[in-house]
RNA sequence: UGGGACGUCGCCAAGCUGGUUAAGGCACGGGGUUUUGAUCCCCGCAUUCGCAGGUUCGAGUCCUGCCGUCCCAGCCA
């Protein structure tokens, strides 16, 4: 491991638990691992799983491997492992071996054996539903199996036959013999193996059966030596029969399995199902799509792994339900660029500004600090002309008295350069205002003494002649509702904000930003921070705001128009 | 109605075997600095721990009962 995070780290229960029992001499270490199922990518809650998982392994000297969970082959893609691995990796971890269940499935078979030679499972030929429908309910006992008393030898005869490819699919399964009568119901002679004629991703077409997650899952466990198999709230109810097998199976180490509540958020979906059909049936452009809570998404938006890391070990790790606004996200990443990105000028909506008194065809160069906070970071040389743009929204022809930005007759400082007087309007045919006509104050240039003169409002701006033209794209939250998935009603899709994607064709860049590189990443003074989109060409850069500046002016604003 | 789990400030969340005034973060409110209405810095922010009883000199921490929420009836994970 290497990742950093919060310097003390919060404490929790998984962690108050191992460092007790370390303090017992139960351990000698804890080895943990991350187990995804290859059949999708890697969203924010796995994020928290990974966090969790490498900082338990770290912090008390162990390892955490990296462990694909594939036994379902019918779901399972090699690009999904691939995607996976480079997902953990960015976030900054390190696993210590690469493991898939399926590297088992012998050990795992041969586990099965035993189970049958000792009395503890059998071969059922009954079909799904009829196992179904003897399961019994949530308040019924089920009943047994016509089969559950078959002879032992019987039973390794035929499960030899399933390996063999004797049988179709469905035709039989293997079942563990504990208790149809049992409250939990995973305790009711669970299916162990099925038979499926499906190409396996890794060992090809080696078995047509495979085991089922509760037989592979806590055996892989064992056979890894880890200590702690941490998981989410939905296999609490597993725990039983993960021990009930470990117990009975000949199996090199006893680890244990605790459960912590998965991560939720407001305005997204977290399951992999949704995120699915919101890929496969277009409504995002791609598992990267930056409006994505996957990973791939976050990264292609601008988020930071360390933004990442931080958050998930700020919300903590509990069994309570939670939901986290998304906003919490949001911060951790404003908290880290805030620190670490480069600031720049960018006039992302450009209205065209003739500064009268400035010289023509003169180019004047100003000294401009890379971060207010940090000289660290050096200096740039920005070019001011005559002509320049700002931002339409830091122009009001009419604006109410608590607006410290430019109107008619008004004064602003133009930010690291010298302070201007709006002196006159230009529109066009249809009455829109097209050019602002502008003086600037000589004495007021940064760096001479009348740079102390005080202006209510500072604006950003570029100069008309060097910017470069570029495409930025702002997102906005993908659903409209705090919950797209709790509605009882309505399709989860139905909740898709329309304006997620806000696509700004004419931006105009101050020189320099051309040459971003994807990985790099700035704050656009007084926008927020953006980032370089793969689809940026040389021709033309594309931008991604990944998150806003926090703006109590814009919070003010709609206090003020809701209060009127 | 069976089993498993959870319920501490608007959102997260400490609170171990019961013992002075219920951590911390975020959000929020107020003030200060500021050529980003950003950042930063101060200050404020639960007589109360789902509810009701009980045990105790003393309970968020123990007991009882109730209420609410989530998960489980795939040959998915």
């Not at 941490?230 to 009930?244: G, I, S, V």
């Not at 070019?383 to 122009?395: A, L």
């Amino acid at each position: 491991m290497n990742a950093s995070t919060s310097p003390t780290p919060p404490a929790h229960f998984i962690r108050t638990r191992i460092a007790r029992e370390l303090a017992q001499g139960l351990h000698e270490r804890v080895i943990t691992r991350f187990p995804p199922e290859p059949n999708g990518y890697l969203h924010i809650g796995h994020a928290k799983s990974i966090v969790l998982n490498f900082a338990m392994a770290a912090e008390f000297g162990g390892y955490t491997n990296l462990r694909f969970d594939d036994t379902n082959p019918e779901r399972e893609e090699q690009r999904f492992i691939d995607s996976i691995k480079q997902d953990v990796a960015w976030l900054g971890y390190q696993w210590e071996n690469e493991c898939y269940a399926s590297d088992y499935f012998e050990t795992l078979y041969a586990y099965a054996l035993h189970l049958i030679e000792h009395g503890l499972a059998y071969i059922d030929e009954q079909d799904a539903e009829t196992i179904r429908q003897q399961r019994g309910t949530l308040t019924e006992p089920g009943r047994n199996s016509p089969f559950r008393e078959r002879p032992i030898e019987e039973n390794r005869d035929l499960f030899l036959r399933m390996r063999a490819g004797e049988f179709t699919d469905g035709a039989m399964v293997l079942r563990a013999k504990i208790d149809m009568a049992a409250a939990n119901i995973n305790l009711r002679d669970p299916v162990l193996y099925r038979i499926r004629r499906e190409h396996h991703q890794r060992t090809g077409d080696d078995w047509c059966i495979y085991p089922s997650y509760d037989f592979a899952h806590g055996q892989s466990d064992a056979i890894e030596h880890i200590t702690h198999s941490l998981c989410t709230l939905e296999f609490e109810d597993h725990r039983p029969l993960y021990d009930w097998l470990i117990e009975h199976l000949p199996v090199p180490s006893r680890p244990v399995q605790i459960e912590f509540s998965r991560l939720n958020m407001d305005f997204t979906v977290m399951s992999k199902r949704r995120l699915t059909r919101l890929v496969d049936e277009g409504f995002v452009a791609g598992w990267d799509d930056p409006r994505m809570p996957s990973i791939a998404g976050l990264r292609r938006r601008g988020f930071t792994p360390e933004s990442i890391r931080n958050f998930c070990t700020e919300i903590g790790v509990t069994k309570s339900e939670s939901i986290i606004p998304f906003g919490v996200l949001e911060r951790n990443l404003r908290d880290d660029l805030n620190v670490r990105a480069p600031r720049r000028m960018a006039v992302l909506k450009p209205l065209k500004v003739v500064l009268t008194n400035f010289p023509e065809g003169q180019t004047e160069w100003v000294e401009v600090a890379n971060h207010p906070q940090d000289s660290a970071m050096g200096t740039r040389r920005v070019p001011i002309t005559r002509e320049i743009f700002i931002e339409q929204d830091d122009f009001m022809e009419e604006a109410p008295k608590k607006f410290f930005r430019l109107k008619p007759g008004g004064e602003v400082r133009l930010r690291n350069a010298f302070i201007i007087r709006c002196d006159d309007l230009v529109r066009n045919g249809d009455g829109e205002i097209i050019e602002l006509r502008c003086s600037f104050d000589e004495s007021s240039r940064s760096g001479l003494p009348g740079a102390e003169r005080k202006v209510k409002g500072t604006i950003h701006w570029v100069s008309a002649e060097h910017a470069v033209g570029a495409e930025v794209r702002l997102y906005d939250r993908l659903f409209n509702v705090p919950h797209p998935a709790g509605d009882k009603e309505l399709d989860f899709v139905e909740h898709l904000n329309p304006e997620s994607l806000e696509i700004l064709s004419d931006a105009r860049l101050e020189p320099g930003l051309e040459q971003a590189r994807i990985g790099e990443f700035f704050q656009f003074e007084r926008l927020g921070y953006f980032v370089p989109d793969p689809d940026a060409t040389p021709q033309r850069p594309v931008f991604n705001r990944a998150v806003t500046l926090r703006d109590t002016w814009a919070r003010l604003e709609a206090q003020m128009s809701a209060g009127s």
